[in-house]
């Protein structure tokens, strides 16, 4: 899979993604950061990337509608450390292979992912 990871994410969610066989590419080493959320969304939609962040402005379906989109990871870890994140990315790799991505909002905590898209529960 084809991964944008956001600035506000350490380097080591990209290479735990990477040691997993993912293309992850993060948005400092493209030379976006500090570009608004709207560029960053448009940039993963025209290369076919998912995006991987802490920004819940990306959780908005109204402004970034599942369903435009090659997937959406917003990750809500309690405490935002190196371990707690790449824990949090460790969780969802094997639902990778298993739950559709895209078109869907995951967000992900410690205890859950709730997956919001065109075919999950609760969504018109």
Not at 12 to 23: K, N
Request: a negative charge; charged letters at 20%; hydrophobic letters at 45%.
């Amino acid at each position: 899979m084809l991964f944008k990871v956001d600035e506000n994410l350490p380097v080591e969610v990209a290479d735990l993604l990477r040691q997993h066989g993912h293309d992850a590419l993060t948005v400092p080493e493209q030379k976006m950061a500090g570009r608004p959320d709207g560029h960053i969304a448009s940039v993963c939609l025209a290369e076919g990337r998912i995006i991987i962040t802490l920004d819940l402005d990306f959780a908005d379906i109204r402004t970034y509608p599942p369903a435009n989109y090659h997937g959406i990871i917003v990750l809500r870890p309690v405490l935002q450390t190196i371990t707690s994140l790449t824990r949090l990315v460790s969780r969802i790799l094997p639902l990778l292979a298993i739950e559709p991505l895209s078109g869907c909002l995951w967000v992900v905590d410690e205890s859950q992912v709730r997956i919001r898209g065109i075919d999950s529960p609760g969504t018109p």
